[in-house]
């Protein structure tokens, strides 16, 4: 049937639609930039609710950019935790060192937010929970770009189709491995295991970090706030991979517990509350590199493409600028193989510098051997009488481009 004008002008102005895998932090900032500049945006997050999980996330130099732009950084600036100290602690539980928490992660004080996790996302969703259709509970069950679209099928049975899919599903991304295939091939593993955990606040810490370390093992307690709960972290060096153990929670607790048997500190105590722990998050600390970041219709953005791994603490501010790029591209290019390309060509390095950050993060924080950790103790002992950072040309290394209007 050959068309008439009016449904060819029907079909020219019709809203592309885009569907985004994943609530997390990337996939609601994607929605909101690609929402004001005209797509209708579905966010599919296989959770039943926003995750409200309140470990510390950092937004530094581009990111700060972001948020400005999308008029939340005032509500993230009341968010900001505003830790007073971090104290680092011998193998004996005796003080090292106590520093600021900028000079520690070189935040530049005044400028760089530390939130909770769970408090961003709160507030990304609400900026976009009016103008973006959110479908939790579900998830993608298979993607098919053999038409002239990409038709989804959901877990939950229901079919669609969609002009566009981006998975924003984070470090271990189902629409990744639909993509491209087992995440072993792009999983670069930086040779830790860390267990995170809530329990009690029986210390009395308020607005402060504690780090306990040896050699190759390292124990933190942050209290956010002045709350009764705690965050508490238990990380490790671990030459391989421990396979089995990512499948099997038991088998975590007693990999932790053999671990940190014998160590000082609080750390006795730390390993009975992860026993108890029910909300025990277990993993190993690595990045996603991947050769391209789309194929046909569907792209990924955040961690799914290029997790850089809590040791570099940039994982957030990657989310976010990513998103804005990722959405400036889509909204210069009607073509979407012209805007992802634009898309990586414009994002690449900034990732690569980020990236990079990870050998200077494991070094200060996890040494794994005696003479690291003498090395590090030494360098901390310096920070405390140092001036904290002021440059950090990694997180700032992007100029973001004024937002496109739509093509
Ligand atoms: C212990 C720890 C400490 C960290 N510390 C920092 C820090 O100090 N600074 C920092 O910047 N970053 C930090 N990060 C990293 C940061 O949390 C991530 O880099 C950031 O959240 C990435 O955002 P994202 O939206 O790409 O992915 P995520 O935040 O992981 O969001 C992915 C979302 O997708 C959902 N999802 C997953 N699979 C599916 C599916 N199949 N279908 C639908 N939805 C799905 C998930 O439920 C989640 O809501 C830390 C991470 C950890 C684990």
Redesign the pocket.
């Known amino acids: 049937m050959t068309p008439t004008r009016l449904s060819m002008n029907v079909s020219a102005n019709a809203k592309r639609t885009v569907l985004v ?7 609601p900032a994607l929605a909101y930039w690609l929402s004001r500049s005209g797509f209708a945006v579905t966010v ?4 039943s609710a926003l ?1 409200d999980s309140g ?4 937004i530094r130099g581009t990111a700060i950019e972001v948020v400005r732009r999308m008029r939340i950084l005032p509500q993230l600036q009341d968010a900001h935790i505003h830790s007073h100290r971090c104290t680092f602690l011998n193998a004996d539980g005796s003080e090292l060192a106590v520093l600021s928490p900028d000079a520690v992660v070189g935040n530049v004080g005044g400028q760089d937010l530390e939130v909770r ?1 769970g408090d961003l996302g709160a507030i990304l969703y609400a900026t976009v929970r009016d103008d973006v259709e959110f479908l939790f509970n579900d ?2 069950d298979t993607l098919d770009q053999s038409g002239q679209k990409v038709d989804v099928a959901f877990r939950s049975g229901q079919q669609r189709t969609f002009d566009l899919v981006i998975g ?7 629409t990744r491995q639909a993509l491209f295939g087992p995440e072993a091939q792009f999983h670069r593993y930086l040779g830790y295991c ?1 267990a ?1 955990f809530t329990m009690p606040n029986s210390f009395g810490l308020s607005h402060e970090l504690m780090m306990w370390n040896a050699p190759g093992r390292a124990a933190a307690l942050y209290a956010v706030g002045a709350e009764d709960e705690l965050h508490a ?1 238990l990380n490790f060096h671990q030459p391989a991979p421990p396979l089995d153990a990512l499948r099997d929670p038991d088998a975590q607790r007693n990999l932790v517990a053999t671990t940190f048997a014998g160590a000082g500190w609080a750390v006795p105590g730390m390993v009975n509350a992860m026993r108890d722990a029910d909300d025990l ?1 277990f ?1 190993t600390a690595g990045q996603i590199r991947m050769p391209h970041w789309s194929s046909g219709r569907v792209a990924l ?4 493409a290029y ?1 850089p791994s ?1 040791l570099t ?7 976010l600028v990513g998103a804005y790029m990722l959405a400036n591209a889509l909204a210069t290019n009607r073509d979407h193989t012209a805007a992802f390309a634009a898309y990586e060509r414009d994002v690449r390095e900034f990732v690569a510098m980020n990236q990079a950050l990870v050998d200077n993060g494991a070094a200060t924080l996890f040494p794994t051997t005696v003479r690291a950790l003498e090395q590090r103790n030494t360098m901390l002992r310096g920070l405390a009488t140092m001036p904290s950072a002021t440059t950090r040309p990694a997180h700032s290394a992007l100029t973001l481009p004024e937002f496109a209007s739509t093509p």
């Open positions: 895998s994943g609530a997390g932090i990337s996939g599919v997050e296989k959770a995750r470990y510390p996330i950092d996790r998830s993608i924003a599903d984070g470090l271990h991304s189902r860390f995170i972290f998050f993993d953005v955040g961690d799914a997790a809590f603490g940039q994982g957030s501010s990657l989310a």
